[in-house]
């Protein structure tokens, strides 16, 4: 039964705040009750996802590997379709890079200046040159790599390998290994 909280005598509170600290305490049994038992199926999972994991590695590896060796097949495309997924490579964002990792912003804004054509591509002027790297990007298909090379720059882009599993035949596989 509730009691009104404008009736509520000393020893109704003291019971109340009992029965708080009780359902607190009931709580938090559970809850480690509960991480107890996620942690015992963690532990019985693990030698076999660990042996999956390593094992999906490899194989991967070996894919990327004969994809690599194979790109003549790629036929300038980037990706294979294959009975059970699809194999590629994607290429990630353009990215300008010093060709020279110890040579400094300040030099290349500073090559940049010396050129006609490089100007436009520093964002202030003086007393500090900075190089407008977005500018340089956006430009990218205008500039030429000897340009880009004689201030010490290149644009580069990264290339990942990935396999996409199809799903009906990543489905069926899955079946058969049960």
Request: aromatic residues 6%.
């Given at each position: 039964?509730?009691?009104?909280?404008?009736?509520?005598?000393?020893?109704?509170?003291?019971?109340?705040?009992?029965?708080?600290?009780?359902?607190?305490?009931?709580?938090?049994?559970?809850r480690s009750e509960m991480e107890r038992e996620?942690?015992?199926?963690?532990?019985?999972?693990?030698?076999?996802?660990?042996?999956?994991?390593?094992?999906?590695?490899?194989?991967?590896?070996?894919?990327?590997?004969?994809?690599?060796?194979?790109?003549?097949?790629?036929?300038?495309?980037?990706?294979?379709?294959?009975?059970?997924?699809?194999?590629?490579?994607?290429?990630?964002?353009?990215?300008?890079?010093?060709?020279?990792?110890?040579?400094?912003?300040?030099?290349?804004?500073?090559?940049?200046?010396?050129?006609?054509?490089?100007?436009?591509?520093?964002?202030?002027?003086?007393?500090?040159?900075e190089v407008n790297k977005e500018a340089l990007?956006?430009?990218?298909?205008?500039?030429?790599?000897?340009?880009?090379?004689?201030?010490?720059?290149?644009?580069?882009?990264?290339?990942?390998?990935?396999?996409?599993?199809?799903?009906?035949a990543s489905e069926n596989l899955l079946r058969?290994?049960?």
């Amino acid at each position: 039964m509730t009691t009104p909280l404008d009736t509520l005598s000393r020893p109704d509170l003291e019971n109340l705040i009992g029965d708080v600290v009780g359902l607190h305490l009931r709580l938090e049994a559970r809850r480690s009750e509960m991480e107890r038992e996620i942690t015992d199926v963690r532990n019985r999972h693990s030698a076999d996802l660990d042996t999956l994991e390593r094992e999906l590695a490899d194989k991967r590896a070996r894919v990327h590997l004969w994809a690599e060796d194979n790109r003549d097949i790629f036929r300038g495309k980037k990706s294979i379709e294959c009975h059970h997924g699809t194999i590629g490579f994607r290429s990630g964002p353009p990215k300008l890079e010093k060709i020279k990792a110890d040579t400094s912003w300040e030099l290349i804004a500073q090559k940049l200046r010396r050129f006609t054509w490089g100007s436009q591509y520093i964002r202030s002027p003086e007393p500090q040159p900075e190089v407008n790297k977005e500018a340089l990007l956006a430009d990218r298909h205008k500039l030429d790599t000897d340009k880009l090379k004689k201030v010490g720059l290149r644009i580069a882009q990264d290339e990942r390998f990935y396999i996409a599993p199809r799903v009906r035949a990543s489905e069926n596989l899955l079946r058969a290994a049960a």
